[in-house]
């Protein structure tokens, strides 16, 4: 009787942390549609799940956002339940006077059940439909905004949204955004936010670019890199140069690609 009682601890462990697992994925895609990095978003999930609170920058933009703020509150409360109900029910799985051979059959239905779950969590085919199935259900059951904007600005490959800080005695210092032309780079400009915390968004050409500024940049990841690097004066200017010539073959490239495309689409065949 024991025996049979303990199992059900056992099951109610390896529930518990189903659960675990799925409201934390939940909350790691309703963080992405917030616009967060999956990486940034999943992170930030299991560190208030576990209520380890990690005290980071990243942390402080998750705080100062009111809906990122509700779902790692709901997180907390959800985490501190899961872990007591976890730990109770190991507790009680070991509580038992049978012979060592039941304790050997409950450790191994312990780590095998352990290790399935974590497969699965790892699993890039679960993790695609089940982000796929939670994102409808957030769009259908609730009033918060869900768009991938990961998908939607084509953040994978080569492109990506990054922030990049200022250097005092970099190539963009000191100049205005029509100066820098980083357009022909095939880097856009998304925002702009000051020092003091001033923030504009969809900077324009006149704006000026000051040391210590922060820019949300959109591009090619090996463009933002190079940009990164990039050092003041007539190197810098070489760099620039360099970089609209490269960007200029890659869109003759794509415009080949393009029309490529567009020709098969047009063939007729014939009868």
Do not use: C
Request: no cysteine; glycine share 8%; proline share 2%.
């Amino acid at each position: 009787m024991r025996f049979v009682s303990a199992m059900f601890s056992i099951l109610a462990l390896l529930v518990v942390l189903t659960l675990s697992i799925l409201v934390t994925r939940i909350a790691a895609v309703a963080l992405t549609h917030t616009g967060l990095s999956r990486d940034t978003a999943r992170f930030q999930a299991r560190s208030a799940f576990t209520g380890v609170g990690f005290t980071t920058s990243e942390s402080e933009k998750l705080v100062n956002h009111p809906l990122r703020r509700k779902i790692l509150q709901v997180l907390m409360l959800v985490g501190n339940a899961g872990i007591i109900t976890a730990v109770s029910s190991l507790i009680l799985s070991f509580i038992d006077g049978g012979n060592s051979l039941n304790l050997a059959w409950k450790v191994v239905i312990i780590v095998a059940g352990s290790i399935f779950l974590l497969s699965l969590a790892s699993s890039k085919w679960v993790d695609r439909h089940l982000s796929d199935l939670i994102s409808r259900a957030l769009n259908r059951y609730t009033a918060m905004d869900v768009k991938d904007y990961a998908s939607i600005l084509r953040l994978a490959g080569e492109y990506q949204v990054t922030e990049m800080p200022v250097k005092a005695g970099g190539w963009l210092a000191g100049k205005q955004l029509q100066q820098l032309q980083l357009t022909d780079e095939g880097i856009i400009v998304l925002g702009v936010t000051r020092k003091d915390g001033t923030y504009i968004g969809a900077p324009k050409g006149d704006n000026g670019i000051q040391p210590h500024d922060l820019l949300i940049l959109y591009g090619r990841s090996a463009s933002l890199a190079k940009l990164d690097r990039r050092r003041q004066g007539a190197e810098g200017d070489r760099d620039h140069v360099r970089g609209v010539a490269e960007q200029e073959e890659i869109q003759q490239q794509e415009e080949i690609k393009d029309e490529s495309a567009g020709g098969k689409e047009e063939e007729i065949p014939s009868v």
